[in-house]
């Protein structure tokens, strides 16, 4: 089972709903309610990130109506952007592969994420002073 499934079927597990959505314009929308409606995802390891993120959206009731203050959308992203990132990518694994000298296209394939995920993540430890010298 990859990691993307896991997390789908953890989603469905807490009562989520989880719908393919093709003409959704966006990778995935979220309800408080627990809906959440997939659009274009390319790859297992995009499925994984987005999943991730949309169950913090639902943990910790991140949510915002189009009409938000733009401050307010931000925050509740980032909430949930910081706390996805940090389960998908964990900072003891993510240094482990970095000491090892491996390139970035292995790291996310080795942790089933995307390239993008694997840079966002060692921006945010490095951000929080977790990264050391």
């Not at 706390?83 to 000298?101: G, N, T």
Request: glycine share 6%; aromatic share 6%; net charge negative.
């Amino acid at each position: 089972m990859t990691k993307a499934e896991k997390i789908r079927q953890e989603l469905v597990d807490s009562g989520a709903t989880i719908l393919d959505c093709p003409n959704l314009n966006c990778k995935s929308i979220v309800s408080p309610d627990g809906f959440i409606g997939t659009g274009k995802i390319n790859s297992q390891a995009e499925e994984h990130s987005v999943l991730a993120h949309d169950k913090w959206h639902l943990k910790l009731g991140a949510f915002y109506t189009i009409a938000s203050p733009f401050v307010l959308r931000e925050q509740m992203e980032y909430k949930v952007k910081k706390r996805a990132l940090m389960e998908i990518v964990p900072l003891k694994q993510l240094k482990e592969l970095l000491l090892a000298d491996i390139c970035l296209a292995e790291i996310a394939e080795i942790l089933e994420v995307t390239e993008n995920d694997i840079l966002q993540a060692y921006l945010l430890y490095r951000d929080l002073g977790l990264m050391g010298s």
